[in-house]
């Protein structure tokens, strides 16, 4: 395989200064004539789906469902997540309160695993993410730095369905009609869809515009 | 024969020898994966779609755990746990963990399934549908996740009341795994392969 990585200096060879465009559905690489490129519409000639230099409204789109995730971010930690009745009276349990019980319950592994995924995780997805985001529009900056933490944000974000999953399944468990019962709160939800807009978000952003932006380049 | 790859993760372009077996390439830039094939038998993966339904319709029908208070027990299942949301109120919330759990690993099996059996020499564009399906679904089937959710809903009652595991979880923790299996062995390259030249 000959990499078609330039000596340092000279411009590397995208797709954009070729004229290749790549089909996102199924990786065929198509030239398209310069010609050709105001078109409105191409289509990728191997599978017909739309090929697009860079993912229409990248920017703009992952932007908007940030910033919704951010807003519900504030009522996903602060309502609970859980309420509890029992004989001996009612308890309301938030997501950190939830990860302080587990530490109780003397399981500080899975404690520990909680926290990252329920409290650190979406933060960092959300200041991650919005700084990409504008890492983008700013003046060139190195890019493999800022590509692998989008990695790592794109490869951690599914494991923050942690919570509602345990959650739903503590419902499900203790019904115990006067003994002990468990309802799902209002943070449970909030806290799902921070947790799927902030993937939509991950999912939405191009990963190419980062290398578009690359001081190197 | 040589043909150009294009990187998805930084847009730059490798000319590249196409191998006949399998093979595995990164981008020279940004390390991002660009290619790869494997060799393992197409049969090989329908069987392994086939044993995740049997272990997924095991996982459905027995309990994944129980609490038993004083004299009484009370089971969850995999629907169960859905239900139970629905019934609070939370619609929405069921219609995601039914989804993430149940309907979307599912569909990853099917699709890949319908893949290997789709006639070969039909228009690329049919069984492109699948591939689409495919890394459309991937990143929201979250078997793996509910199986450790289980797990902290277990230890949060160990304190208080016996848990008892039921058949659901072992059945659909192999179930997990299997899928897991089957997403590293469903690699887009690969699946081109198998549309264009048959399992």
């Known amino acids: 395989m000959t990499g078609a990585r330039p000596k340092t200096g000279a411009q590397p060879a995208t797709g954009r200064r070729l004229g290749v465009r790549l089909c996102l559905r199924c990786r065929a690489a198509t030239r398209v004539p310069a010609a050709a490129a105001a078109a409105a519409r191409l289509l990728c000639p191997r599978c017909h789906a739309p090929l697009h230099e860079r993912r229409p409204g990248s920017r703009s789109v992952c932007a908007a469902l940030l910033l919704t995730a951010a807003i519900l971010y504030v009522p996903a930690n602060l309502l609970p997540v859980m309420h509890t009745r029992t004989l001996f009276g009612e308890d309301d349990d938030t997501i950190l309160s939830g990860v302080i019980a587990l530490l109780h319950a003397g399981s500080w592994p899975l404690a520990l695993l909680v926290f990252f995924a329920s409290i650190v995780v979406p933060l960092l997805k959300l200041v991650s993410l919005g700084w990409l985001l504008l890492s983008t529009l700013g003046a060139p900056a190195p890019a493999a730095p800022r590509s692998r933490l989008y990695r790592m944000v794109e490869f951690v974000g599914r494991w923050s369905m942690l919570d509602v999953f345990a959650v739903t399944v503590l419902a499900c468990l203790v019904q115990f009609r006067t003994l002990a019962n468990v309802r799902v709160g209002t943070g449970a939800l909030a806290f799902c869809a921070v947790v799927v807009l902030t993937m939509l978000a991950a999912q939405t952003f191009d990963e190419r515009l980062l290398w578009d932006s690359d001081a190197a380049a | ?199």
């Open chain 2, 1 to 199: 024969m040589t043909s150009v790859i294009v990187c998805p993760a930084c847009d730059l372009a490798h000319r590249v020898r196409r191998p006949a077996g399998a093979a595995r390439f990164r981008c020279t830039r940004c390390r991002a994966e660009l290619y790869r094939t494997h060799d393992v038998h197409g049969d090989v993966v329908l069987a392994l779609c086939a044993s995740a339904v049997v272990l997924l319709a095991l996982g459905l029908a027995y309990p994944l755990i129980a609490l038993r208070v004083e004299d009484t027990t009370r089971a969850a299942t995999l629907t169960g746990a859905a239900v139970v949301l629905f019934q609070q109120g939370y619609g929405a919330l069921a219609a995601v963990v039914l989804l993430t759990t149940v309907l979307l690993p599912l569909a990853q099996v099917a699709a890949l399934a319908a893949l290997l059996l789709a006639p070969r020499g039909g228009p690329a564009a049919r069984g492109a549908r699948w591939v689409a399906v495919l890394s459309a679904v991937r990143p929201w089937a979250m078997s793996e996740v509910f199986v450790l959710g289980v797990l902290v809903a277990a230890v949060k009652l160990a304190g208080v009341a016996d848990v008892v595991p039921g058949i659901s979880v072992y059945a659909y923790s192999a179930f997990m795994v299997i899928v897991t299996a089957l997403g590293v062995l469903a690699p887009p390259d690969q699946l081109w392969r198998w549309l264009e030249h048959g399992r």
